[in-house]
């Protein structure tokens, strides 16, 4: 779309829209509500139901507890390969740069790393030199202690004492091709993202930063792109519980002059 | 056949699983008489010119490429190979295209591009028309990654998307077209797009 920049009317880079699965043993946890779905728990049909509303990409994060549920996870990334035609990203406790092969031979186009990172920074370096940065995105869980940000891993679950703007620019240096930066004060929360941290982080790095956490109505995307200089906003709750659409959502941005990918009716061949 | 050149350059996966949806019969192969006599070839990639230049070199791809009669569609940095030579690590390319390929100049904007912009193309008429864009809308978005881009080239472009500079999102000689953009990760518009150079004469 249009837009004034620089006083200059140009056409721009759409801001993005990502709605967040979580997977577990192959099947959608953490409740999506849509009515009409037969069978909500699948992340083919939930994957394909974004896709035809307009999602730009997906994120699917695989919260496998045991081995055995693993095994599964090649099984549907092929799957929603099949049926959707929009970048995906996949995480979830991958630790080495096999697991990364096999998911993008499955057809994930970008992988999330998150505690594996923390533990071995030479990993996003060494995925990075092996795959391209484009397909390295460098996930990282914060909270704020005593004034400062932290990082946490292993779902929120441990303190790592690391500044998480120093992290995520060492992140940037190793290779990261993006960051998805979660808010855990605000995760779940719907009362919006934390927009100061996600603003020093837009500004700290030239890569683009995904803003997690804490999204429960349109003006908290709005702020997260406005004040927050977001690249990409992920959500899950407003999108799974049917509260708005996606279309809704960027027609709503759209109007408020956040730049968009509106779909455009493309004309499909005559058969 | 189809052939979907494997040199071994990241994620040709995703062009599978969309010619599989176009229920296109293709084949990966790297081996230069499978290419040679392909009806059509398709090169993809991501990763970086200097290692898919030396992976096609050490394959004894490049000439046949250049030779190459039949359609022949270069994504996202199978587009900037097609050109002489490319800024990143100052690579020497196919030279199928003239010109050089550049690295986005430091701005205000994020460097790689990533995601979805609007390509304009030319509307054309009759034996002028950009067929690849049959039937898709003028500013369709479409997905990108990448840091290097191609000049506009009056003669070579068929398409021009806007990011810090210009450039040449779909270009055009004879035979050979490329696309920076990944029409396999595109959503209807990229499909549709395949499916028009699956029908090219």
């Not at chain 1, 995105?137 to 932290?150: F, G, H, N, T, Y």
């Not at chain 2, 898709?136 to 500079?165: K, Q, R």
Request: proline share 4%; hydrophobic share 45%.
């Amino acid at each position: 779309m249009k837009v004034k920049y620089g006083g200059r009317s140009l056409l721009v880079l759409a801001r993005r829209i990502i709605p967040c699965l979580d997977v577990a043993g192959g099947r959608v946890v953490k409740g999506v509500h849509f009515l009409d779905l037969q069978d909500a728990g699948d992340p083919v049909l939930l994957a394909r139901r974004y896709y035809e509303e307009g999602a730009d990409e997906l994120v699917f994060l695989d919260i496998t507890a045991t081995v055995e549920e693993r095994k599964t996870v090649i099984d549907w990334v092929r799957r929603v390969a099949d049926s959707i035609f929009i970048p995906f990203t996949v995480g979830g406790g991958i630790t080495a740069l096999d697991q990364v092969q096999e998911l993008l031979r499955a057809g994930a186009d970008k992988v999330s790393i998150n505690s594996a990172a923390v533990r071995n920074p030479g990993f996003i370096d060494e995925a990075a030199r092996a795959f391209g940065s484009q397909c390295v995105v460098l996930a990282v869980d914060v909270k704020r202690v005593a004034a400062q940000w932290k990082v946490f891993v292993r779902g929120g679950r441990d303190k790592t004492g690391k500044d998480a703007l120093n992290w995520i620019r060492a992140g940037e240096d190793l290779g990261a091709g993006e960051i998805l930066l979660t808010s855990m004060d605000r995760d779940g929360t719907q009362v919006g993202y934390d927009l100061e941290l996600l603003e020093r982080v837009s500004q700290r790095v030239q890569i683009p930063v995904i803003a997690s956490g804490g999204a429960g109505d349109c003006r908290h995307l709005l702020e997260a792109f406005q004040q927050g200089k977001a690249d990409a906003v992920l959500a899950a709750s407003i999108f799974h519980y049917g509260r708005y659409t996606i279309s809704q959502v960027k027609k709503f941005l759209a109007e408020h002059g956040i730049p968009m990918r509106l779909e455009s009716p493309v004309v499909r061949p005559a058969v | 056949m189809i052939v979907v050149v494997d040199y071994k350059a990241g994620n040709l996966y995703n062009v599978a699983h969309a010619l599989r949806h176009l229920r296109a019969d293709f084949v990966f192969s790297a081996d230069p008489r499978t290419v040679a006599t392909a009806s059509r070839v398709i090169l993809p990639g991501v990763g970086s010119a200097r290692a898919a230049m030396d992976s096609l070199r050490e394959q004894g791809l490049t000439d046949v490429l250049r030779n190459l009669e039949v359609p022949f569609l270069g994504i996202c940095l199978g587009l900037q190979l097609l050109f002489e030579r490319s800024e990143e690590e100052d690579t020497p390319c196919l030279g199928v295209l003239k010109g050089v390929v550049r690295k986005f100049p430091k701005s205000e904007f994020k460097v790689p591009q990533i995601g979805w912009n609007n390509v304009c193309y030319k509307p054309g008429t009759d034996a002028r028309r950009p067929q690849l864009f049959d039937g898709i809308p003028d500013g369709s978005y479409f997905y990108f990654v990448h840091s290097y881009f191609a000049p506009l080239v009056p003669e070579l472009t068929v398409a021009s998307t806007e990011y810090v500079v210009s450039f040449s999102s779909a270009v055009r000689k004879e035979n050979f077209w490329g696309v920076q953009f990944h029409p396999e990760r595109s959503g209807e518009a990229g499909l549709r797009l395949l499916g028009n150079f699956l029908d090219l004469n």
